[in-house]
């Protein structure tokens, strides 16, 4: 499974950016796709993921994010709006075919990620 991500660059404060993130060499409709972040000197964090058709969200970017994907284009997407320096981190992709709810948000169990894309958001 290849993930290669896009879509990051430098936003001001309130602006909104859309990542994209494209999959190859699975099939992808029985995937698990998230997107997670990791600020310099932080940790990686859940962002949002597609479970089993249900969208789910950290706290601190719902109702500002929301992921979709086209499963016939083998993609997903993460539309980010209202951006906060906060926000600022490198974004990642991530899959995995064998999740259980109770594992979502947690980056150790997905087996694939993309590259990463930054996201820069000026006070």
């Known amino acids: 499974v290849q993930l290669q991500a896009s879509g990051g660059g430098l936003v001001k404060t309130g602006g909104s950016l859309r990542l994209s993130c494209a999959a190859s060499?699975?099939?992808?409709?029985?995937?698990?796709m998230g997107w997670f972040r990791q600020a310099p000197g932080k940790e990686r964090e859940f962002v949002a993921t597609?479970?089993?058709?249900?969208?789910y969200y950290s706290d601190s970017v719902r109702g500002r994010f929301t992921t979709s994907r086209d499963n016939a284009k083998s993609m997903v997407y993460l539309q980010m709006n209202s951006l906060k320096p906060e926000d600022t981190a490198v974004y990642y992709c991530?899959?995995?075919?064998?999740?259980?709810?109770?594992?979502?948000?947690?980056?150790?169990?997905?087996?694939?990620w993309g590259q990463g894309t930054q996201v820069t958001v000026s006070s």
């Open positions: 060499g699975c099939s992808f409709s029985q995937y698990t």
């Open positions: 991530a899959a995995d075919a064998h999740l259980i709810l109770s594992s979502i948000t947690g980056a150790q169990n997905y087996d694939y």
């Open positions: 597609i479970w089993r058709g249900k969208t």
